[in-house]
């Protein structure tokens, strides 16, 4: 049997376009920054058009729900209790001989509240639900599960990114205000028992409810929403995006933890700034 | 041919579909995996694409299903573009992937009902009868609640065809159904295969280097070899072919003096 009479002559297979073109002349880290913040928000609008079918998720966004606040509470728990402890011990020995030690309340408060409690628990949801969210789903993406998703025509955005940003948007001020009032309370147990700070619980309380209004609390709820939706958005992004084997995943883990951590950093002085 | 004596397909199911591929080429990077293939494929048809490993057989079969988007060329599945993904919704195709692909998280019942749960076809005891009949069909009613880690070989790519059979699908595609299993599974999967297509008159289209799964089931077969089509026939024409690659393809000789894989490149 003749070959030629079986293939059609091969066409003139991808001239580079102009924009293949000019992606080539960039260099690698811009290169790799740009398609990362374009897939990533290519990412967030598919993911949004499938937003009324949530309701369909409810069993998957409570599962991401316990995975992403419930098992999180007790590490964030642990380690506000000890920021607030470290806050109220430092503030309290450089205070001690300037005067203004009977401020460690006030100053315990708006520190956990307005940045501490947000970028603590963004930290710790990145290290703790983004790397296991990356690991899963690129070992789905490697072992061709996101491929048997989409033949069966159920959009992978719908069923593994959606539940997870609609669980993270709904645990996330839960963990800040367990961070800010442990921490709180972490800063009046150091302050009460410290003998050169030597604080009543009541007093710090006072001082901490007379600087603090509630526009603090938001202000950091604000931040912890941002910073909760950067973290699955990228480690999603990221876990989808793997090629390659049991090495990739592991890459893949590494890459979307470090990610999240420097634009948790990044973004907490913009938005903050566009707070103030 | 399809047969003439089958039964009525699956309730609910619509009728086969034809497929065609026009002058398909692909290319990753510098690397052109398939240089202008051209076949078509009629509905209720059993198509066999064999090849030597990484001649493009399953990046082919990858752009039937839209995941994958053709450098040069089109294919179609019932006359609609393969690669735009609402032929996805329109056209109902099953992928049966090569290591099965299930959901490992899930157990086999889970994995055949997550199909019709997504796409809200029923209620859950029309979900069960649903996914107990598909399990029935390749006798894996005891695995219902195994994971898929505690599957062997053979049942992953029979519970895997199970959950393709779920979708009630107009065209079934098998990449290398066949692979690592013993010559009695193989055999078993290729039982399968056939029967599916003489029960439910559905097209499919295996890719596969099982030369025996070819001569017994395949209407027609195609043979790619760096990325051409160099065969196209019936399977009847590969008992005696005039190609010299098809037949070293189909018959290699063990040359112990002069092995191949001295000559082969990096």
Known sequence: MSTTSLSSPPAAVGTPSV????????PTPVFQVLHGT???LLLLARTLRHVPSLPRQFGRFIEQCHLIGYTTMPIVGILSFFIGSVLALQSGHAGENVGY???????????????????????????????????????????????ALETMNIPPERMLVLPRIAAVLTMMPVLTIMADLVGWFGGAIVSQYTHFISIEPASYFANLRQYMDFGDVLNGLIKAEVFGLTVVLVCCNIGLNTRGGPREIGASVTRAVV???ILILVLDFFVTKALM | MPAANSTSPLPGA????GVTVEGLSKRFGTFEVLRGVSFTVQPG?????????????S?????????ERPSAGQTTVAGLDGADPTTRERVRMALVFQAGALFNSLSVYDNLALYPREHRLGDEAAIRDRVMRALQILSLENAAHKFPAELSGGMKKRVAIARALVMEPQLLLYDEPTSELDPVMSATITEIIATLRQRYQVTSIVVSHDRDLALAIADRVGILMGGELIFLGPPADLRQPTDPRVADFLNPRIDLEHPRFKHLET
């Open chain 1, 38 to 40: 374009g897939s990533t």
């Open chain 1, 101 to 147: 030690k009977q401020f460690i309340g006030a100053l315990v408060g708006l520190t956990m509240a307005r940045e501490l409690g947000p970028v603590m628990a963004a930290v710790l949801l990145a290290g703790r639900v983004g790397s296991a969210i990356a690991a899963e789903l690129a070992s789905m993406k490697v072992y061709q599960e996101v491929d």
């Open chain 2, 45 to 57: 048809e059993i198509f066999v694409l064999m090849g030597p490993s990484g001649s493009g057989k």
């Open chain 2, 14 to 17: 619509a009728p086969a579909v």
């Open chain 1, 19 to 26: 924009t293949d073109r000019l992606l080539t002349w960039l």
């Open chain 1, 259 to 261: 990610t999240s951590l």
């Open chain 2, 59 to 67: 990046v082919l079969l990858k752009h039937l299903v839209g995941l």
